[in-house]
Nanobody, 122 residues
Framework: QVQLVESGGGLVQAGGSLRRSCAAS????????LGWFRQAPGKEREFVAA????????LYTNSVKNRFALSRDNAKNTVYLQMNSLKPEDTAIYYC???????????????WGQGTQVTVSS
């Protein structure tokens, strides 16, 4: 089982930025990517972004593609999600997830972080 520890949530004004991190530990031998999902109140869980450990392949949902950016530090088994130009509709609980492939589908992610609230005020 992979353990995921998240940090970097909080409250920001519209147009501001946040930097999230997700550190993986444990049985990571079959973990090939780290992804981010989010869930707003009353809405279904939504894919945000994912990156392969190699850094050679990334995937973003359309609503964040030009505002969010993923990076990695393999030595620390950590992925970072830089969120810029934040909008109120970005408000949600954000979850880090470890999976076997870069995918928009939650079924490909077997381990999940605890989730961290991101709130964007107008």
């Amino acid at each position: 089982q992979v353990q995921l520890v998240e940090s970097g949530g909080g409250l920001v004004q519209a147009g501001g930025s946040l930097r999230r991190s997700c550190a993986a530990s444990g049985r990571t031998f079959s973990t090939y990517c780290l992804g981010w999902f989010r869930q707003a109140p009353g809405k279904e869980r939504e894919f945000v972004a994912a990156i392969h450990w190699s850094g050679g392949f990334t995937l973003y949902t359309n609503s964040v593609k030009n505002r969010f950016a993923l990076s990695r530090d393999n030595a620390k088994n950590t992925v970072y999600l830089q969120m810029n130009s934040l909008k109120p509709e970005d408000t949600a609980i954000y979850y880090c997830a470890a999976g076997n492939q870069v995918s928009r589908l939650s079924i490909n992610y077997g381990s999940w972080g605890q989730g961290t609230q991101v709130t964007v005020s107008s």
